[in-house]
């Protein structure tokens, strides 16, 4: 259980949330939604004691179990199985188990016993951790997330951005946490695995807060809805399920444009009448008192609630190229033996828009990595033609500098702009007054989505290779991504999960990973998107 009194939540000097109070316990299921900013990332990591806050006091009963949108990195060199184990303790335990079987068959005399005691203590720590049921369970929750069963033996070092994901999520779902804090689960999940984890949530007896863009997971699964509003610095606890949140937020939008109307109605009338009796010397004070109490008819209104702020983004105009300014001939690349990517072959024409497919692991992050030159194939080369201008955005938002601020990060990359007009950019992307000299490290992940964004627009790029663009994005700001992405004249190469980032870029041709087939675009590989 999570217990919250009275608790303020700051940023910097940035007062965020204010005078919280709340309980979430075993069976609730919390949606925690709000515009992107608004402090749901910055209230999990709150909850989950990675950060304190300001004032007032939180208590936990039981263990938490917190996937953040960007999970820490695993030791590169533990087995995706040992690290979903380590969770319960249990890596260690199978360590120690392997580690007294191979003493005992090559040991003798003192040696051989020593090592059957060891063999014993292993086994006794190992059933205790829930033996062989808890590893088929560990191998079920990873066929759930849709790891496959070829990269559970494989170091996590040589895993995809979005499989390490899903190993964070497999080994939080093991721990068997009493809570659970979970930010953007869906991310880099196909189709299959968003519903199998649907459905786990839905049986799962502990508490639950999710912060999700998903609507359908959010509309399945949460019994509560938290919604942060950042015009007031407070939380707006609704104990009901999605779909009768969203209904109750219209009724109640509805109320208060009703009561508006009525007291300004009122008002008007009151200060007509005070105005006529002002002038009179034995009415003059009756007339300030009806003036009064039509500013309190309206100052004892609700608030009306603004429309939150868009972030107006436009993709750079392109600068000037050849035909072909940028093409990949026999890419290889291996990890660990591991052969992703073997012969690639693509063309990328001036003004061409390129989605590439492929299931989890398929190489499609690695393939726009080798593109951008972040990496260097072990076979093959990328040929840039006459006039190339990249811009590169990473799904794991490694463009960014995290120990530099937000302004810093743009100035970086756009190194011909005052500092006034790298205020004003990022001003049009929701940063201002004090965000700007936040560190990026401390960002959410729609907020990291939007100052890489804000990079790209100042870039001159005629070839764009964007690796998930929409994650992390509230509904507002996606739209605002896709208008962008169908506007932009250049040549696009993009990796998604989302058919409506399909339906915007109108892709011309298809790459399919890992057999490197390439196709032109039909509606029919649409049914590929969501899964792959």
């Given amino acids: 259980m999570i217990t919250v009194r009275g608790v303020d939540i700051r940023v910097g000097a940035q007062l965020l949330l204010a005078d919280l109070s709340f309980t979430v316990g075993a069976g609730d299921r919390v949606g925690l939604v709000g515009r992107n900013g608004a402090g749901k990332t910055t209230l999990l990591t709150t909850l989950a ?36 184990l380590s969770a319960r303790g249990l890596d260690t335990a199978v ?12 040991a003798t ?51 995809s951005g979005g499989q390490r994901r899903r190993v964070e999520l497999a080994r939080i779902l093991f721990a068997q946490h009493d809570m659970l804090l979970l930010d953007e689960p869906t991310n880099h999940l196909d189709a299959d695995s968003v519903l199998w984890l649907r459905q786990f949530l839905l049986s799962y007896p502990g508490g639950l807060i999710v912060i999700s863009h ?39 939008e509805r109320r208060r444009q009703r009561e508006r109307a009525v007291a300004e109605r009122k008002a008007a009338v009151l200060h007509a009448q005070a105005a006529k009796m002002q002038a009179g010397a034995s009415t003059a004070m009756a007339a300030k008192n009806m003036a009064r109490r039509a500013d309190k008819l309206l100052s004892d209104l609700e608030p009306v609630r603004r429309s939150a702020r868009v972030a107006k983004i436009r993709l750079p105009a392109p600068a000037p190229s050849g035909k072909t300014p940028l093409s ?20 990328v024409d001036r003004g061409s828009r390129v989605v590439i ?21 072990d076979a093959g080369r990328v040929v840039p033609g006459h006039g190339l201008r990249l811009g590169y955005f990473a799904q794991e938002h490694d463009t960014l500098d995290l120990a530099g601020t937000v302004r810093q990060n743009l100035a970086a990359v756009a190194p011909g702009l005052t500092d006034g007009e790298v205020r004003n950019v990022l001003g049009s992307f929701l940063f ?11 960002l959410s992940g729609g907020e990291k989505t939007r100052l890489a964004l804000a990079g790209l627009v100042h870039s001159s790029a005629n070839v764009l290779l964007l690796d998930e663009p929409t994650n992390n994005l509230d509904p ?17 190469v993009m990796v998604t999960h989302d058919e409506g980032a399909i339906e915007a870029l109108r892709p011309d041709r298809v790459l399919i990973l890992p057999d490197a087939t390439e196709d032109l675009w039909s509606d029919d590989y649409l049914d590929l998107v969501s899964l792959a």
């Fill in 432 to 442: 201002s007054g004090d965000d700007v000299d936040k560190p990026a490290g401390v």
């Fill in 214 to 252: 998903d609507r359908e997971l959010l509309k399945a699964t949460v019994n509560r809805v938290f919604h942060l509003d950042p015009q007031r610095l407070t939380i707006d606890i609704h104990n009901t399920g999605w779909k009768k949140y969203l209904e109750q937020l219209d009724v109640d």
């Fill in 476 to 492: 507002v700001s996606r739209d605002e991504v896709l208008g962008a992405v169908g506007s932009y004249p250049g040549a696009i």
């Fill in 109 to 159: 005399g003192e040696a051989q016993e020593k090592a059957m005691a060891a063999y014993a203590r292993a086994e006794a720590a190992f059933q205790a951790g829930g033996g062989y049921a808890a590893e088929a369970e560990a191998a079920r929750l990873a066929a759930g997330v849709g790891l496959p069963n070829r990269a559970l033996e494989q170091p996590v070092g040589h895993l």
């Fill in 49 to 84: 004691g990675e950060r304190r806050p300001a004032a007032g006091d939180i208590a936990v009963t039981g263990s938490i179990g917190y996937l953040p949108q960007d999970p820490r990195a695993a030791d590169p060199a533990i087995t995706v199985t040992d690290r979903i």
């Fill in 95 to 106: 360590r120690d188990l392997r580690a007294a079987e191979t003493a005992m068959s090559t």
């Fill in 328 to 347: 990949a001939i026999g890419l290889k690349k291996a990890y660990g033996g591991l052969q992703v990517l073997n012969g690639v072959d693509l063309a």
């Fill in 357 to 377: 497919l492929g299931l989890n692991g398929a190489g499609k992050t690695t393939l726009l990595r080798l593109l951008a030159g972040r990496e260097q194939p």
